[in-house]
């Protein structure tokens, strides 16, 4: 498995824009897609985005189309999700995941995690 560490999150105002980074250690991230999911408190874990292996495709929750952008770069083994825009609502502990395949939106479908990095957005 691989080993992912988020960094990037903080606080916000409403409007303004964060950039959260996965770092992967271990394996390759090359042949895994990847996702970022987010959790906010006392809700389910919620699909954000995802994006293929060699970062031709990506897929987006309604939600962020339009404000986030998840891209990755194989060599240095890292993923970016740059939100721009950013709402109260995207208030949440945001985690990185690794799957096989192109994965899916769904959080069983993943099998390496990182720890999460919070990101809250002031109104």
């Known amino acids: 498995q691989v080993q992912l560490v988020e960094s990037g999150g903080g606080l916000v105002q409403a409007g303004g824009s964060l950039r959260l980074s996965c770092a992967a250690s271990g394996r390759t991230i090359t042949g895994y897609a990847m996702g970022w999911f987010r959790q906010a408190p006392g809700k389910e874990r919620e699909f954000v985005a995802r994006i293929s292996w060699g970062g031709g495709w990506t897929d987006y929750a309604d939600s962020v189309k339009g404000r986030f952008t998840i891209s990755r770069d194989n060599a240095k083994k890292t993923l970016y999700l740059q939100m721009n825009s950013l709402k109260p609502e995207d208030t949440a502990v945001y985690y990185c995941?690794?799957?096989?395949?192109?994965?899916?939106?769904?959080?069983?479908?993943?099998?390496?995690w990182g720890q999460g990095t919070q990101v809250t957005v002031s109104s």
């Open positions: 995941a690794a799957a096989g395949g192109y994965g899916s939106r769904f959080a069983a479908d993943f099998a390496s």
